[in-house]
């Protein structure tokens, strides 16, 4: 048995997220998801992976959103 390993996305594993992701919820393309992901996302701020025996086998991302209270951030 190996240990899930819990971690921000790494840059080399965009294009593997992005596949998954694209198989998760596919009523979007392939393009369109990574057009997105290069538009929104900062992987190592809004990405958590765990990652068994060198394999993504969880995923989770994060979505920022700003609260404005009488004009202000």
Known sequence: MSDLEIRP???DEIARFVENSHYIFNRRTR???AADFDRRVT???NIL???E???IVS???IYEFGIW???AR
Do not use: F, N, T
């Open 49 to 51: 992976v765990g990652v």
């Open 69 to 71: 209270i009488d004009g």
């Open 43 to 45: 992987a190592e701020r």
């Open 53 to 55: 025996d060198g394999e």
């Open 9 to 11: 996305l790494r840059p």
């Open 31 to 33: 393009e369109q998801r």
């Open 59 to 61: 995923q989770v991302m």
